[in-house]
């Protein structure tokens, strides 16, 4: 049957389990595991990057010029911070300090908030040049009339907006996680949620580190 | 591996009492290992180190470091990388299995890469003709006249002979927009002699950006992409040399096609062979290019020589020698048909046998019928392409 | 000396075990016991197989003459596109490891369940989504690409083509969450002393094949999302014109669904490498070598999708490389094979219905994987790809490899599930059927292959029409095959004698407790002091 | 149901004798090809037995009543080592052979013949060097090379000729190549292998090898005479398509019916449709015989020269609200395929 009631005093360890570092280390490995799956999925964009770039790459430097590296590095340092934030409140969950997580929780779950609201401005300002993916690209600057240049804005939008998917979802786990320390279910003894969560945030984070150079840096 | 297991016991023999069974069973990992907790100095140094590193990306990213600039990147990035990966999710803490099943991600993502390159970017065979690449011979004539988009007579001359073999199918062998593949289209193509009813003006730089982008809308205008930009530039002081008072341009006009006439630099795009400049490269018959020089064309006086050049030059050449590329519209994405001499077909062997071809056309070509002939205009065009007055 | 004849007492009826732990529809709905959501997973897959299955007898009998015999061209379009990817994604790819591997691994590990229950009904639920929403394309005019929606066709179908796009998108997620909970099972889960080198080799299989689910599906996943993006909003990654590359599709596709053929046969190996030693009373011959060998098919899957490209537009260099790379696949095939037989070699056979589905599985699977190395190679892959002979070498492989072994797993496991035993007579008349029923099927489809009838043809040419018919003819044999073996099982959950705890007498630990068994699997945790194919006791003087 | 069909079509005995298990060689590489895959029915044969037999023999000797006890055996790491190098190096050197004859299957001579391909939905288009255009028919000199460089207009397609041993698929936005020396005149069958839609299965073509004179003759654009009989299958035409699950059961008549077949092979089914559903050109249902207004705002009367003007000359009369984008057909259809044609279209009451 599932796991005991959780009750405030601590966490019981489902049955099948010998003991709640055993339950810990298995959902750890659990989450590496499947952050083997989305290193996998956005490797596969990262292919279609590649390919593309190999086969077109006075296109790809002439179009990444078009891409707002300002508010690209904005968004990095945003992410930094973040991973940082959620690193300070995942340890302070293990340290059983609850108020300072959710302080802490609270600002990395702003900071995504910051991260979307830039990627709202870039994406409006695209679709106002009409710099958009495949076949509706409307744009008619003269320095972007390679035939193939609406590839590159069709690999942008796949990668940021799957990216930006993510960041989304990564704030639902967040803000999940947030009402469960405000309940007072983690402790020091039971931190596992807090503690995924971060590698997933963590994760999400990884991912811009590597999208942020090739789309906007080099191209 | 023989088990040399000797205990007799069942192999499944239930010990009593084992009900837990002993805490620190063997698959489970070390007790508290994986216990670790990021102390704060840690992470607020790994995070000064993440910063530095990218606002070092960021200003390496700006120097031209030509072909270096891209490992460079990749670089600064896989140590942000290994940076969050080992501090932030505390890998380097954690159990070697996690680390492996982390690792082996990456190494199926270039597996991924490794083999889909081979075939990607070694394709091409289609290209290599006998040995001399298709591509790399033409991309190597990119060369850029600086200042093409100012007239010089060597521009105008080189302009006719490509209007010759590009344009003269469509606007007519003097540009009054007449040529034999006209008959197909509504609209008409453009008539360079006359200064009205040009769609986008006829200063340079206009011209120039109609000949790149071509028409929208009309189904006529091919983009003409794949020219060379030298050529691009003859073309258009030809064509604007058919009429005068054809109006200049002004710094404006050229910045909109992104040339900044102060210092010459013309606009850099490097070529790319279009797939119909490819095609008609490949199935280009041995065909002699005609150098068509308007002089011997007055001088044909006779009714013959002037029948002839008002409605066959344009396909079959000087003199019925052929050699010209036409463009055959019914077939996408296009193709160009080389018309043969004259005096290879059968066509020519008997007045009669010329008059039913030219009447009824020829099946199985893009020869049209054209009934408007009388019998004597068929006989002065047959003289003169026998004799040649 | 225990013989299988003799049936170990039955445990009574008034026992406590899964079935009976919580009564009514909602307990099962709800249930995290891994028993019974195979069992789940079980019934779901028969429904699918049976569905996939009418759809086959449809096509061979539209094939039976040239021309339209029952349907024309969009019907028939329609209904081979529905039966792949029926068969592909609801089907072969759940059967073994979800049903099968969700029932019997946990127990294989002496565990109470798997790492996380909770995931594991969230997966069986996921996978049911997936199927209801791919089959909704039925309502939007259905799909006629082929399963395996090559672009620029499929970025120009009808509506009808995303739906299935989306529901293969969601079954994948039930793939990866499978794999992902079998790979922390085995890693955390295993019994006091089950060390690497005693596992038994379904785990091993079942251990190879999660860790392809878990690297091959998420390519699929993306591949999926931009091919619905591509056919919705253009992006031209795919279409020639934006400068996309038809080909690339080609490549994103095969790189996951290569490793799926061996999604498919690497647990069926598994559950063969489990019944020969078992009805042999002999130790499995080359242990380690199948083992590793499970790890070396793996690999190698990742290695050999190019094989599918060789007459796409694939360039030279990338023929050369895949070719060389896919004929290396039938070595550590090979040595399972060579392995299997040579466990024959002085054992005691037992010719119970188990045991007959995996013999009839090595003579299948033995002809699929000879004609497999034909294909490797570039020069006869040229003329055979896309024709008949390629329908008869998968078919081989999948459903004379997967399906018979996943019946022999049926029949084999039969009793550890329902805790009866199945009528062994009418099992083995219907083995006799299937065995006749698909080589009939499949043999005359290598001939008329080789002899240039392309697939996927509604209407072909009147030479090859003998041949055909006498494909149709085997495909009502396999059917009545199939169908006779549903109905027998069927009948034995009610009507079959009591099984008891081990009826088989095998060693490996699901055996060694009551069946069915009990909600927890085992009363006290099991110390697993020995190789669990030692069949020493009754084999010495 | 079907057995009625069973006896319409009848169990006809291919009419053109085709080898038991393979087509008709068309090239000397279709020999060598030929080899190679009878020496690997051969080894499967081998290896079938030495498995499949060795399973039923050890199976039926070691039977739980021959043999009621068995022996304890777990491996042998002699046995294990052959049967891991015995197959590596037979697949190597399989490998070898197979390899050296797909180079001489994709290395064209450089004075191949080069013939232009063009495929599309459901017909294949073939351009010679010369400009002419045939439909569906490839006709080439026998014992010369001849190099296809294909594109698609569309979908993918693959142009499978099994007498040649040849098989490439035809991708739109890149040029593909195959090439052969035919050794045997007569038609051989070539088929579309990539799936491509409803005409996927009549999506036929032949190549037609000529005698030399008879290349002559027609390189000069004259009929040639003699029919040419079938090399290897397609002797027997596959069944016509009767009428369509979408249109009406019409009865057509021979002309009328011919005009059918060719509606689809001229390609007039990817602009115009014949069930009044709109497509990129106006639909001929319903349009014989009917007032037609003209984009000039002129109407005209829809009788046969109309059909035949707007065939021959597309651009002279453009209905209402459509491009004028026809291309000419002049020259791609012969007189009775025209009149085929314009019966068919008549026949759309």
């Not at chain 3, 895949?322 to 290396?328: D, E, G, K």
């Not at chain 3, 030479?463 to 034995?492: C, D, H, I, M």
């Not at chain 4, 039977?63 to 790491?77: F, V």
């Amino acid at each position: 049957m599932a796991n005991q009631p959780v009750t405030s005093a601590g966490h019981h360890h489902a049955h099948h389990f010998k003991s709640a570092d055993h339950e810990f280390s298995a959902a750890k490995q659990g989450m590496w595991v499947f952050l083997v799956t989305e290193v996998l999925m956005i490797g596969g964009l990262f292919v279609a990057y590649a390919i593309f770039r190999g086969l077109y790459p006075d296109m790809f430097s002439a179009a990444h010029k078009f891409l707002n590296v300002k508010l690209g590095l904005t968004n990095t340092i945003i992410l930094l911070t973040s991973s940082l934030t959620m690193l300070m409140g995942v340890s302070s969950a293990q340290r059983g300090d609850q108020k300072r997580s959710l302080k802490f929780l609270a600002v990395t779950f702003l900071c995504a908030i910051g991260f979307l609201v830039v990627k709202y401005i870039e994406y409006s300002h695209k679709f106002h040049d009409g710099l958009l993916p495949g076949a509706n690209f409307t744009n008619t600057d003269p320095l972007l009339m390679h035939p193939k240049t609406p590839l590159f804005f069709s690999l942008y939008f796949m990668m940021t907006g799957i990216h930006a998917f993510h960041v989304i979802v990564g704030m639902g786990l967040i803000a999940w996680i947030m009402k469960r320390t405000a309940k007072g279910e983690f402790s020091p003894g039971y931190y596992t949620p807090v503690e995924l969560v971060g590698f997933y945030w963590h994760f999400v984070d990884l991912v811009w580190i590597y999208l942020f150079p090739l789309l906007y840096l080099v191209g | 591996m023989n088990q040399n297991e000797t205990s007799n016991k069942k192999p499944d023999q239930k010990t009593a009492g084992a009900t837990n069974g002993p805490a620190g069973s063997s698959n489970e990992t070390d007790g508290h290992g994986h216990h670790h907790i990021v102390p704060d100095g840690v992470a607020l140094k790994v995070f000064g180190g993440l910063i530095c590193l990218t606002v070092t990306t960021v200003v390496t990213s700006h120097l031209d470091l030509g072909v270096l600039n891209f490992p460079l990147a990749m670089f600064i990035a896989t140590i942000k990388a290994l940076l969050v990966v080992m501090f932030f999710m505390a890998l380097k803490y954690d159990t070697k299995e996690n680390t492996v099943i982390f690792a082996s991600a990456f190494v199926f993502v270039a597996i991924f890469f490794g083999l889909v390159a081979p075939d990607i970017f070694f394709r091409g065979d289609v290209y290599v003709k006998k040995g001399q690449a298709l591509i790399r011979e033409v991309s190597g004539a990119g060369s850029t006249i600086p200042k093409g988009w100012i007239s010089t007579p060597e521009l105008v001359a080189k302009g006719k002979t490509i209007y010759a073999t590009q344009c003269s199918t469509c606007h007519g062998v003097e540009g009054k927009g007449d040529g034999a593949a006209a008959a197909a289209l509504n609209p008409k193509p453009r008539n360079f002699t006359q200064d009205a009813g040009w769609k986008v003006g006829r200063k340079p730089s206009q011209v120039y950006a109609t000949l790149k982008t071509g028409i929208p809308g009309s189904a006529a205008m091919p983009v003409f992409g794949s020219l060379s930009q030298a050529d691009r530039w003859a073309l258009v002081h030809f064509v604007r040399s058919l009429a005068a008072g054809a109006p200049e341009d002004t710094n404006e006009d050229l910045a909109k096609i992104g040339i900044d006439p102060a210092n010459e630099v013309a606009e850099k795009v490097a070529p790319s062979i279009s797939v119909e400049m490819a095609m008609e490269r490949m199935t280009e018959a041995p065909a002699k290019l005609v150098a068509m020089s308007g002089s011997n064309l007055e001088e044909g006086t006779s009714a013959g020589a002037k029948l002839y050049r008002s409605s066959c030059f344009s396909c079959h050449g000087q003199q019925g020698s052929g050699g010209i590329r036409v463009k055959n519209l019914g077939v996408k994405p296009a193709s160009w048909v080389v018309t043969r001499a004259l005096n290879e077909t059968d066509a020519m062997a008997s007045q009669d046998k010329f008059n039913k071809a030219v009447i009824l056309g020829v099946p199985g070509s893009l020869m049209p019928g054209m009934a408007q002939f009388s019998a004597t205009d068929l006989r002065d065009i047959y003289q003169f392409l026998k004799t040649g007055k | 000396m225990a013989t299988i004849e003799k049936h170990s007492p039955a445990t009574p009826s008034g026992a406590h075990h899964y079935l009976n732990h919580g009564k009514g529809l909602w307990s099962w709905l709800t249930t995290l016991d891994h028993k019974r959501i195979g069992v789940m997973y079980l019934f779901t897959v028969l429904t699918f197989f049976l569905v996939g299955g009418l759809l086959a007898i449809a096509i061979r009998i539209e094939l039976f003459t040239p021309g339209r015999t029952i349907m024309d061209a969009d019907t028939y379009n329609r209904v081979f596109t529905l039966h792949g990817a029926i068969m592909v994604f609801l089907v072969i790819i759940p059967a073994i490891p979800a049903s099968l591997g969700n029932f019997i691994l946990p127990m294989m590990l002496g565990a109470k369940d798997v790492a996380f229950p909770r995931l594991n009904l969230a997966s069986y639920y996921i996978y049911i989504t997936g199927a209801v929403v791919a089959l909704t394309s039925l309502l939007f005019g259905g799909v006629d690409t082929g399963w395996t929606f090559y672009t620029p066709y499929s970025a120009t179908a009808g509506i009808g083509v995303v739906y299935v796009l989306c529901g293969a998108f969601i079954a994948g997620f039930s793939s990866i969450l499978t794999g992902l909970n079998f790979i922390v099972t085995i890693h955390k889960l295993r019994a006091e002393g089950q060390h690497w080198d005693r596992l038994p080799l379904f785990c091993w299989a079942l251990y190879a094949t999660s860790i392809i689910q878990v690297l091959a599906t998420p390519v699929l996943a993306i591949t999926l999302i931009l091919l619905v993006f591509e056919r919705l909003t253009h992006i031209g990654i795919f279409d020639a014109s934006l400068g996309g590359d038809p080909i690339l599709f080609q490549h994103f596709f095969w790189f996951y669904s290569h490793p799926a053929v061996y999604i498919m046969i690497l647990p069926a190996m598994g559950v063969i490498s489990e019944v020969i030693p078992v009805f042999s009373r002999k130790p499995i011959f080359g242990y380690k070598a199948i083992a590793w060998s499970s790890f070396g098919i793996a690999l190698l899957a990742f290695l050999v999708w190019g094989h599918h490209l060789f007459v796409s537009g694939q360039s030279e260099l990338a023929n050369f490389i895949f070719s060389l790379l896919t004929i290396f696949v039938a070595v550590p095939t090979g040595i399972k094979v060579f392995s299997w037989v040579a466990t024959l070699y002085k054992g005691s056979i037992h010719f119970k219905v188990p045991m007959l589905y995996a013999l009839g599985f090595l003579e299948l699977f033995t002809i699929g994987g000879l004609t497999g190395v034909f294909l490797a190679i570039v020069s006869i892959n040229v003329h055979l790809t896309d024709t008949y002979f390629v329908i008869a070498h998968f078919h081989y492989v999948m459903v004379g490899g997967a399906l018979m072994a996943f019946t022999g797993g049926i029949h084999y496991w039969y009793p550890k599930i329902t805790g009866r035993l199945y009528d062994e007579a009418s099992g083995v008349w219907a083995f006799i059927f299937v065995i006749v029923g698909f080589n009939l099927t499949f043999f005359p489809q290598f001939i008329v292959g080789a002899q240039g009838m392309p697939r996927r043809y509604w209407n072909y040419l009147p030479e090859f029409t003998t041949l055909n018919q006498l494909s149709t003819l085997g495909s009502f044999l396999l059917l009545a095959g199939f169908v006779w073996t549903a109905f027998y099982l069927w009948r034995g959950l009610k009507h079959g004698p009591l099984a008891g705890d081990n009826p088989w007498n095998s060693l490996t630990l699901e055996w060694q407790t009551p069946s069915p068994p009990p909600h927890d699997n085992f009363a006290i945790d099991p110390i697993v002091t020995d190789w669990p194919y030692a069949y020493r006791a009754e084999n010495e003087k | 149901m079907f057995i009625s069909n069973v006896h319409a079509s009848g169990f006809q005995s291919s009419a053109v004798e085709t080898s038991a298990t393979l087509p008709l060689q068309g090239t000397q590489i279709a020999a060598q090809w030929d080899q190679l895959y009878l020496f690997l029915v051969g080894l499967s044969a081998f290896f079938f037995v030495l498995v499949v037999g060795g399973m039923i023999y050890l199976a039926f000797r070691y039977r739980k009543s021959h043999s009621p006890r068995a022996t304890y055996i777990t491996h042998h790491h002699g046995l294990e080592a052959l049967w891991t190098a015995i197959p590596t190096v037979l697949l190597v050197g399989i490998f070898i052979w197979g390899w050296s004859v797909y180079t001489k299957m994709i290395q064209a001579p450089g004075d191949a013949m080069e013939v232009r391909v063009v495929a599309r939905k459901w017909n294949w288009q073939f351009q010679y060097s010369d400009g002419r255009v045939t439909l569906g028919e490839l006709f080439v000199p026998v014992d010369k090379p001849v190099k296809l460089i294909m594109s698609s207009e569309d979908v993918i397609h693959s142009m499978f000729i099994p007498n040649f041993r040849l098989k490439q698929d035809v991708v739109p936005g890149m040029y593909t190549t195959i090439w052969f020396e035919p050794t045997i005149t007569g038609k051989h069958q070539i088929f579309c292998t990539e799936y491509c839609g409803t005409g996927h299965s009549e999506m036929l073509a032949k190549v037609i090898v000529l005698t030399d004179e008879q290349w002559k003759t027609w390189w000069m654009g004259k009929k040639i005479s003699a029919t040419i009989p079938f090399a290897g299958i397609g002797g027997i035409a596959m069944p016509q398509v009767q009428a369509s699950a979408s249109g009406g059961a019409v009865k057509l008549s021979g002309l009328a019916l011919e005009g059918k077949a060719l509606f689809q092979t001229k390609t007039c089914t990817t602009c115009h449709s014949d069930d009044g559903s709109p497509k990129i050109g106006p639909s001929l249902k319903g349009v014989f015989g009917h007032k037609v207004e003209l984009a000039d705002g002129t109407s005209v009367q829809a009788d046969e020269n109309y059909l035949r003007e707007s065939i021959e000359n597309p651009t002279a009369k453009i209905v209402k609200g459509f491009q004028p984008i026809m291309p000419t057909f002049k020259g791609m259809m012969s007189e009775t395929e025209m009149n085929a044609v314009i019966s068919y279209i008549k026949s759309l009451k």
